[in-house]
Structures are given as C-alpha cells and as structure tokens.
C-alpha cells in the first residue's frame, strides 16, 4: 500500500467531533428511520455522507468574505467571480446560482422541449430530476463496463459511440435537446471521461448539429485523473486539461460546492448568447437577480478564490491521493469496492458485501445505515432507493448498488480514514448477521433524502 504524502495544509481552527456511545447510536438511527441523511451531525463521528459544500475554505478564502459586495445589482464581488470562471474554465457567459441543481434547472428549462431526449452517461438524481420536470426523457448511453463494479477500465464513464449513435439514428437529432456529459460519472463510482472520448462525442454531436453539455460538478477531478490516466495528457497541468474539456462543450451546469472548496454555490457558463439571456431571464424568477444568483456577495468572493486554488495541482493531487488511500486500506480489509478508485469517493458493493440480500432488501440502504451503528460513520445509499421509480410507478433496479464514502475536501486526516477503514472492515467480518431494510414512508420526488425505513427479519433460508 502506498503511504499517503501528509496534508499539504495546516490547521488553523478546528471543529470537535465525538464519537456518541453504541447504545446512543442505536437509538438515533432509529429515531433517523434508517436513514442517514436524517441523523443529526451532532451524532455524527466522522461524516462522509457528501463532499458538497462540506469542504473547509482556506484562509485566503475566509479573508475574501470581508471583502463581499452585498450590493443588489451589478456587485464587485460577481466581476470577481466573472473573472475567475472566463479565466479557469473559458467561457464568456457566467449564471449564478444557489447550487448545482439551480444551474440544472435554468439549462433544462432553456434547452428542453416537452418529449425531447436528453442522452447522458448514466443518470444523477437531481439533473434527471430537472431533465423530467422540464418534460424531457433521460437516455442512458455509458459505456458497459461502468455497470460492472468490478471492471478496471480507466475511463468508466466514458460515453459509449455506437449506443449514441444508435440512439441518435433511431429518434433522430432534433428530437435531442442535448447530449449530457458528467465528468466524472457520480453514480458510477466518480468515474472519468476521458478527453479522446470527450473530443469524440462532441465531434459526433457536431456532425448531427446536437449542442453537448457539462456536467462540472466535479470536472477538476476528471482533469487530474485523465492527466494520471490518459497517455496523451500525462502529467499535463490539471488547469490546461480543464480548458480542454470546457472546449469541447456548448455549456456547463456547475455546483461549486464540490471542486471549488465552497460551501454554497453553483453556476451555469457557456459561450452561447441565446442560452446566457434565457438563463439569466430565469434566474430572476427562481434564483435572484443574474449578478448574485441566490448568493451573498460574500459567498460569490469565496467561490471566486476557490476556483483559482481548484486548479492548483498539489491540492488536486493530495485529494485523489486521500482517496485511493481509504480505497487501498479498505481493499485490504477485504472489503468490496468499486475500482479504480474515483475522485471524490469510495464506493464499497453493498451487493457483494451483503450477498444474503435481496434487491428489495435495499443492500445498500441497509449496509450505510449499519456502517453508522457500528462505528458512527456516515455514508450515502446510491442503489435502488436513489433511483427511484419510472414513469410506470415501477422502482429502477440499476446494475450497481452502492454506498458511499464520500471525502469532504481538506476536512480529514489519514487517523480519519484508517479508523473508517478498520471499522468497515471489522463490520464486513460479520456481515452475516446484517439484515435488510425496507419503506415505511416513500417521498414523491428525490426519495432518498427524505425516506424512512425499518429492519426486515432474515428471508427463510438466507445465509
Ligand atoms: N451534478 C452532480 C454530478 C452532483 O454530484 C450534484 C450533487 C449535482 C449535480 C447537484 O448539485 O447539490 O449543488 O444542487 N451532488 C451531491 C452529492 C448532492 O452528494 O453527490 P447541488
């Protein structure tokens, strides 16, 4: 196993964490209805539920809120932020917006017509969610491999050509409103797009005058892994291979609260007129005026800064490092996990951890919540429950079931992830004794946030 080169920072201030006793944990996972993101922090040891808008902001960060202009229209601290996204990711236009999912909703509304296609490889919940309520219909066109946790291909997100093409020959270009690319793929185990694959897909897209869109949620981390990955990029600076990417792309829909080490913020950036104007249009029904996007101006210089240490490659290379160390350790204590490892979390195969389960025993629901009981460890369920149900009522059953453990940026230190790695590991050991969970309350939309659960007794005849 490699050793992990120590944190390139300090630490300035910290947060107490405590670890509450089993009994305690018990009863508040109970209180929760199995849900982990229905615990309380306070209850919470070490939380890898998310890396959104849990990061911890640098000291040149903190010093930027001082300087935040609070003004309503036309503020200093959105020329600022203007500035750092032209300057790091290229593109003329910039859309404030509270979140990721904020940007998702301007660009779907802007783009989609009722009963066009949005193709993408594979879904995320919120963008699919927008896709929907626009009138849209998402079309999976990822690569196969991205649906086997065990395939150790290096650019698992990868859009697969021929199913595009297919796909596009088959309901024909203008009934596609865009073709959706996430660098990396969040659902599928944070796995990158290659930039060949990028170039490619855009060029096909070109030829049948069908616009390609971003999803940057967490595209510094694709930049470093093609950079670590790909042959013709090796060892490139991570901030050129970003550009490169942005290049290819009509428009990007941006949550800051990843790559950017913010803790609220998004955006939408394209060089398109007709898209900036429409954007902006809307953003003053949904967000708030097109200068600060729901965001105070404090927030909007946070960002601003953030954008420009992102692509600072000795924080990006510490990160995937952080990692690929939980990922090798847990590895080790023989638990499954998804490989290669993404950038921004561990995604462990409730399926092959908890083999006695069926799907409708929710594997990966159950394992987040028993990984929280042991240990007080917080994780996310992304498998049945996160996909939802079709537009017949009928629960999605997609191929991976898992959970994550996901990295907030420069929160944790490596005690931290050897005390995860040896907690999961011990609770694998016993795995047998793990029992499955199912619905007692069921939300309409985005499940999984909200949605209670209770223990189902062992099926007869399970191991
Ligand atoms: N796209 C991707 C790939 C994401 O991972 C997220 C959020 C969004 C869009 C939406 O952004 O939350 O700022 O509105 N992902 C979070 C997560 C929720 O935990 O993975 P948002």
Same mark, same amino acid.
């Given at each position: ?7 390139p ?8 964490i405590r ?5 305690e944990r018990?009863?508040r ?6 849900n982990t993101?229905?615990?309380n922090? /306070?209850?919470?040891y070490i939380?890898l ?5 849990t990061?911890a902001?640098s000291?040149?960060q ?5 300087? *935040?202009d609070e003004?309503?229209?036309?503020s ?6 203007e500035?750092?996204i032209? #300057?790091?990711?290229g593109?003329? +236009?910039?859309?404030?917006? +509270? ?6 909703h301007?660009?779907s ?8 296609y949005?193709?993408?490889?594979m879904y995320f919940?919120t963008?699919?969610a +927008?896709?929907e309520?626009?009138?849209?219909i998402?079309e999976d066109?990822?690569?196969d491999e991205?649906h ?7 650019f698992?997100?990868n ?7 297919r ?14 690319i ?16 990028m170039?490619a897909?855009?060029?096909l897209?070109? @030829?049948?005058?069908?616009?390609v ?6 595209? !510094?981390?694709?930049a470093?892994?093609i950079r670590?990955r790909?042959?013709?990029w090796?060892?490139?600076p !991570?901030a050129e291979?970003?550009k ?10 941006? %949550?800051a609260?990843?790559?950017a080490?913010?803790n609220?913020?998004g955006f ?5 007129d007709g898209l900036?104007? %429409?954007a ?16 105070a ?12 240490e ?6 990006i290379?510490?990160r995937?490092a &952080? ?5 090798e350790r847990?590895?080790?204590?023989g638990v ?5 490892f993404? *950038?921004?979390?561990?995604?462990v #195969?409730? /399926?092959?951890f908890?083999?006695?389960?069926? %799907?409708?025993?929710?594997?990966? &629901? $159950?394992?987040a919540?028993?990984?929280y009981?042991a240990?007080?460890? /917080?994780?996310?369920?992304?498998g ?6 079709d537009?017949?009522g ?7 079931e898992?959970? /994550?453990?996901?990295?907030p940026?420069?929160v944790?230190t490596?005690?931290?992830?050897d005390y995860v $790695? ?5 609770l694998h050991?016993?795995r047998?004794?793990?029992?499955g969970?199912r619905?007692v309350?069921?939300p309409? +939309?985005l @499940?999984?946030?909200q ?9 007869? *005849?399970a191991?």
């Amino acid at each position: 196993m490699k050793t992990l080169l120590p944190e390139p920072y300090k630490i300035k201030m910290i947060e107490p964490i405590r670890l509450v006793p089993a009994v305690e944990r018990k009863a508040r996972l109970k209180e929760a209805g199995w849900n982990t993101f229905l615990l309380n922090s /306070r209850d919470v040891y070490i939380d890898l539920l998310t890396d959104s808008g849990t990061n911890a902001m640098s000291d040149m960060q903190w010093a930027a809120l001082m300087v *935040g202009d609070e003004a309503y229209a036309g503020s200093r601290s959105f020329e600022r932020l203007e500035a750092a996204i032209r #300057d790091v990711y290229g593109f003329k +236009h910039v859309v404030p917006t +509270h979140q990721g999912r904020g940007a998702e909703h301007l660009l779907s509304k802007s783009w989609i017509k009722p009963g066009q296609y949005v193709a993408g490889n594979m879904y995320f919940t919120t963008t699919r969610a +927008h896709i929907e309520l626009a009138g849209g219909i998402f079309e999976d066109v990822i690569v196969d491999e991205a649906h086997d946790p065990r395939a150790e291909a290096p650019f698992k997100g990868n859009v697969d050509l021929g199913k595009l093409e297919r796909f596009l020959d088959r309901v024909g270009p203008q009934k596609v409103a865009y073709v959706a690319i996430g660098c990396p793929v969040n659902m599928a185990g944070g796995q990158p797009v290659s930039l060949e694959n990028m170039t490619a897909t855009a060029a096909l897209c070109r @030829r049948r005058g069908v616009r390609v869109v971003m999803d940057g949620a967490r595209a !510094v981390e694709n930049a470093a892994m093609i950079r670590a990955r790909e042959a013709a990029w090796k060892g490139r600076p !991570v901030a050129e291979i970003l550009k490169e990417m942005c290049r290819q792309v009509d428009a990007m829909a941006v %949550s800051a609260k990843k790559d950017a080490y913010v803790n609220i913020g998004g955006f939408l950036a394209t060089d398109d007129d007709g898209l900036c104007e %429409s954007a902006q249009n809307l953003c003053v029904l949904f967000e708030g005026l097109h200068t600060y996007g729901g965001l105070a101006g404090r927030d909007l210089e946070a960002l601003a800064v953030g954008v420009r240490e992102m692509v600072q490659d000795e924080w990006i290379e510490h990160r995937l490092a &952080q990692v690929a160390y939980l990922g090798e350790r847990l590895d080790a204590e023989g638990v499954p996990v998804v490989k290669p490892f993404g *950038g921004h979390a561990v995604f462990v #195969d409730a /399926r092959a951890f908890l083999p006695h389960l069926e %799907s409708d025993d929710l594997p990966a &629901q $159950a394992l987040a919540a028993w990984i929280y009981e042991a240990c007080g460890v /917080r994780a996310m369920e992304r498998g049945v429950v996160s996909a939802g149900r079709d537009d017949r009522g009928r629960n999605r059953r997609p191929s991976l079931e898992l959970v /994550r453990l996901t990295l907030p940026r420069r929160v944790y230190t490596q005690t931290h992830l050897d005390y995860v $790695a040896r907690e999961i590991g011990a609770l694998h050991r016993r795995r047998a004794e793990l029992p499955g969970l199912r619905f007692v309350k069921e939300p309409k +939309h985005l @499940r999984f946030f909200q949605a209670r659960f209770e223990p189902v007794p062992a099926r007869v *005849g399970a191991a």
